[in-house]
């Protein structure tokens, strides 16, 4: 497996399929650098702008359906144009003590803990990912299932965590299941996608805040994930 980086690389595109398509459906997802599309091949590689970006395109559009897409896509770091793998880290079972899971770098050794902040508990990203990558954590994986959402019609300064505390309440959320899709300034491009562990708790979702007025007097779509996208407009 090619070492994560900002670059994708994505197969098993629709025939027809070419560069501007490709852009204009992943650009849902993150900012593209660059974006090649191998004709005849139904691929492409895609540079993003960083690889939290191409990390999440890898983790949650791989084997699933893309927002416009009617056929899942294959989606993987492409291999490096030069140079040597990075470093990196593995969630590790057992461990010194009453036998729990241990975060540590790949191969095996002590981790030094370098780039932590704060106490001796190292960097709370590294426990993140260690985390989620172990499958510890209820509800697995953000999934492109019966319990995704597609929000549209978001503010310029919403989050993650923004998104957590309004769609939260109606259920229980897996871990990255709250993502707001973000221009290269760092602002919301107005875009999310929500995963609900529970149909029901999406429907719910989707009954109470789909159609919300905005303060600007536009109105906020919340769907199932893969349905036809309505076009904004002014109130009802």
């Known amino acids: 497996m090619a070492t994560p980086s900002e670059r994708v690389f994505i197969a098993d595109l629709p025939e027809g399929t070419d560069e501007a398509a490709v852009n204009q459906i992943f650009g849902a997802y993150g900012n593209i650098k660059s974006c090649k599309y191998l004709n005849g091949k139904n691929c492409a590689i895609l540079e993003f702008q960083s690889v939290d970006e191409a990390t999440w395109i890898v983790e949650n559009l791989n084997g699933n359906l893309a927002q416009g897409l009617s056929a899942p896509v294959n989606c993987r770091f492409a291999n490096p144009q030069g140079g040597a793998g990075g470093g990196g880290g593995a969630w590790a079972p057992g461990g010194k003590g009453a036998g729990g899971n241990r975060w540590e770098p790949y191969g095996g ?41 597609y929000v549209r019609g978001l503010p310029a300064d919403t989050t993650n965590a923004d998104l957590y505390e309004i769609f939260s309440p109606f259920g229980a959320i897996p871990s990255q299941g709250c993502w707001a899709m973000t221009a290269e300034d760092g602002t919301c491009k107005g875009i999310a996608f929500i995963n609900f562990i529970a149909d029901a708790d999406a429907q719910n979702a989707i009954a109470t805040l789909n159609g919300t007025m905005m303060p600007d007097g536009t109105t906020l779509t919340v769907m199932p994930k893969g349905a036809s996208k309505p076009k904004p407009g002014k109130g009802k």
């Open 109 to 149: 050794g002590k981790a030094d803990g370098k780039g932590g902040k704060g106490g001796k508990g190292g960097s709370i990203a590294i426990l993140k990912k260690g985390l989620q990558a172990s499958g510890v954590l209820p509800g697995g994986k953000w999934s492109n299932d019966q319990g995704a959402l």
